[in-house]
């Protein structure tokens, strides 16, 4: 069995995915980006444990999960960046799907999932971020290019596997009605089945460019869901 490095499990969440989830963080992401309110996590580290990071195989992590069960509907995989390591994701959602457990993963797109066919057979859906539309923009805010992002919206969209597309919200940094656009003109009409998070910036935790950046104000949460709204998006609460 494959080994991933987990960060950490939280036995219960309620912001990772619908209901009460088992959410379980990934060290390593391929991303850096200048609002990462998590960036213990970026570290790409080799297979050796350490206090922090315990090199785990779907087995064990679903024996964590198993305690969880009569309480949970499902189980997220996040990180960090969880797509990093498909084949243990794929090993652990055999087991979750076994139980009768949704899974999900939550992502930044970068990896290419068309890739998968075997992990997103047994993948319930994805919350894909979608950080920028514009390509210099993107670059800037995470230092690499988002085209297989946009790749992966029409994929997922395609096998009605988008469960969420997330937004994080920083008007001085991010163009979100440039991004709104983007994803209408990818997937169509399918913005009226999935989930849009708008998500406000705060900059908790930052270490990167934005950290002295403030969070945008309630007026322009709401103008920013005004104008989702309008363009057909189901826009679903922080
Ligand atoms: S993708 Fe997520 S974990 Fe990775 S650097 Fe960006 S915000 Fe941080």
Redesign the pocket.
Known sequence: MKKAPVHKIIHHSLVDGPGNRTSIFLQG?????A?????E??KICKDISSPEIKWMTANEVFYEVEKDIPFIRGITLS???STLYPEFLQELFVLGQKAGLSCLIDT?G?IDLSLYPELMEVCDGAML?V?AWDKEKFQRL?GEDNETVKKNLKFLADINKLEEIRI?CIPEEVDTEDILKGVKATIGDKIRNVNLRLIKFRNHGVIGRLKNTSSPSEEYMSSLKGKALEMGFRVIKN
């Open positions: 992401c391929n991303l850096r980006c609002y990462c309110h998590n960036p996590t970026q990180g960090g960046e930044n970068t971020d950080k995470t994080v």
